[in-house]
């Protein structure tokens, strides 16, 4: 496979993990309607690349109408403490009609996902456990970054300006689906 991964293996049921918040989180059928077309920017889906044995990460964040991607350095561990500095980092470039809502997986680096929530317009929404089509644009490009970002490599070894350039090709990658417009055009040009 092109993605160097074995067709089959045995994974654990969604239905077994524990709740890992303090604060309540709202699962993706509290989203607002108007995510699920694709019809304005500003709705991210979010997810963590992590590196062999969970010793690095890089956080993506992809904006689900343009595919426009944003890759966060986090060179000093993945926890929820550090993802919440690097996520606001980040987020702080963006304008903020642009951040609407953050779909995440419930992984336990979201642990402070209130905090997060305060960036976004209209807050943060959990995928069900196990269910990464859920978020199928973060998925699909998460796969993409895979060829330059390749599973059981440390990703400490990427630098913030590595990343840069990779999140630059990737951006500026005509897709079918943009009608061969690249998710840097469309993420630009709409409002």
């Not at 309540?24 to 590196?51: F, K, N, S, Y």
Request: a positive charge.
């Amino acid at each position: 496979m092109r993605t160097g991964r074995p067709l089959c293996k045995r994974r654990r049921r969604g239905d077994e993990r524990r709740n890992r918040y303090v604060v309540p989180h709202q699962r993706i059928e509290h989203r607002p309607a108007v995510v699920t077309d694709r019809v304005r920017l500003g709705d991210w889906e979010g997810d963590l690349i992590v590196g062999p044995m969970s010793r690095s990460a890089v956080a993506t964040l992809v904006d689900r109408r343009s595919r426009f991607l944003r890759l966060v350095h986090l060179p000093d561990g993945h926890r929820s403490e550090q993802l919440l500095a690097a996520l606001t980092a980040h987020l702080m470039t963006i304008p903020t009609g642009k951040r609407l809502t953050l779909t995440w997986d419930q992984g336990s680096e979201m642990a402070r996902h209130d905090q997060v929530a305060l960036l976004f317009g209209e807050g943060v929404f959990f995928a069900d456990p196990g269910s990464p089509w859920m978020r199928g644009t973060n998925e699909n490009t998460n796969g993409l970054l895979r060829q330059y970002l390749r599973k059981g490599t440390d990703l400490r070894g990427h630098t913030a300006a590595d990343l840069a350039v990779i999140e630059a090709k990737l951006n500026n990658r005509p897709r079918k689906t943009l009608r061969w417009k690249t998710p840097a055009e469309v993420f630009a040009l709409a409002r």
